[in-house]
C-alpha cells in the first residue's frame, strides 16, 4: 500500500526502503522487511510495518470476531437470538444498523468474509 512511501514524504526522510510498483501486478514488492517506530511530534508516533498478504483467522472462535469491530459492538446486543453471529439471522440488530447506515457496508462485509473464512477452514 505504499505505507514506506508515505512516511518518507511526510517525514522528509531518504532512508526508509521505498520500491517500484510491478508493471506486471500494479502493486508494491514488501519493500520493508522490519519494523520501525517513527515520531511524528511530540504526542503522535507511526510504525512502518511490512505488508503482508494474507490474514489466518482460523484459531478465532466465530464469536469472538464481533470484538474486533468495535464499531459494531454496541448494536450486537438486541437480537432476537443471544447465539447471532449477524450473518443470516432474522431480527438482527447489526445486519438493522447496515442497513440503517449506521455501520459501513464495507465494514460488516469484512466482518462476514472473516467469519465464512473461519467456517470454510473449519471444514
Known sequence: VGKSSL???????????VGAVSEKIKRGRHTTRHSEI?????????VDTPGFSALDFEHLDPKEVLRLFPDMLPYSGGCKFSSCLHLSEPECT?????????????RYDTYCKILTSIA???R
Not at 8 to 16: A, P, V
Not at 38 to 46: A, I
Not at 94 to 102: E, F, L, N, P, T
Open 7 to 17: 512516511l518518507s514524504q511526510i517525514l522528509g526522510r531518504e532512508d526508509l526502503s
Open 120 to 122: 470454510e477452514r473449519k
Open 38 to 46: 517513527m515520531r511524528l511530534d511530540s504526542d503522535t508516533y507511526v
Open 94 to 106: 447489526v445486519k438493522q444498523a447496515v442497513a440503517d447506515g449506521h455501520i459501513q457496508k464495507e
